[in-house]
């Protein structure tokens, strides 16, 4: 089905919606969750708690990409849930160390948690990954979105991992200069 058309559904109240939406994008949603907390029982809790979020949220949002926009609901619930529990329990996602990668970028000011700072770090790294080569745009996403380890990110490109390091070490310096050109650092 048509995203456009399972939108409709939410703003409609159907619940047909969610089972679209599960059949569509569950295994994607999946994975995401996947990435970040490295267990399939805490992944699928937090599918289920990204679609209730999207059947909350829509309406009154209307999604412009319906599946980033559960992309993005997905991560942050899995973000949250890899927050709370102990991370050598939990098993061996990626995001630790994918923030930790990141960190050296855009860490150092306790501004950037304040509400607009936060806002206008988040719109410049958007600007940033939006002027970037195609590739390494995807890549930096798959790493630091998406938080894919470096092996499954240089299987996909056909690229060794040494070259995914090079590439990602090269753009968290890109986005450090460029951070600091537009003063968001």
């Given amino acids: 089905m048509d995203d456009n058309r399972i939108v409709e559904l939410f703003f409609s109240r159907e619940q047909q919606a969610l089972t679209e939406t599960e059949q569509k994008y569950g295994r994607y949603l999946n994975a995401i969750a996947f990435h970040v907390l490295g267990n399939r029982e805490d992944s699928e809790e937090c599918v289920n708690d990204a679609l209730l979020?999207?059947?909350n949220a829509i309406p009154p949002t209307k999604p412009t990409v319906f599946r980033m926009f559960l992309a993005k609901l997905t991560?942050?619930?899995a973000i949250n849930r890899?927050?709370?529990s102990d991370a050598k329990k939990r098993?061996?996602?990626e995001a630790a160390v994918?923030?930790?990668e990141l960190e050296e970028c855009v860490a150092g000011s306790s501004d950037t948690e304040e509400g607009a700072m936060t806002e206008a770090l988040q719109q410049g790294i958007r600007s940033?990954?939006?002027g970037l080569?195609?590739?390494d745009g995807d890549v930096f996403l798959r790493r630091y979105f998406f938080t894919e380890s470096i092996a499954e990110i240089a299987a996909e490109y056909g690229l060794s991992q040494g070259n995914?390091?090079?590439i990602l070490t090269r753009t968290r310096k890109k986005l450090r200069d460029y951070l600091e050109q537009e003063q968001l650092l």
Avoid: D, Y
């Fill in 82 to 84: 890899r927050k709370q």
């Fill in 98 to 100: 994918a923030i930790e």
């Fill in 164 to 166: 995914v390091s090079v």
């Fill in 75 to 77: 991560r942050n619930h």
């Fill in 91 to 93: 098993g061996g996602g």
């Fill in 53 to 55: 979020s999207a059947w």
């Fill in 133 to 135: 080569p195609t590739r």
């Fill in 128 to 130: 940033f990954v939006r």
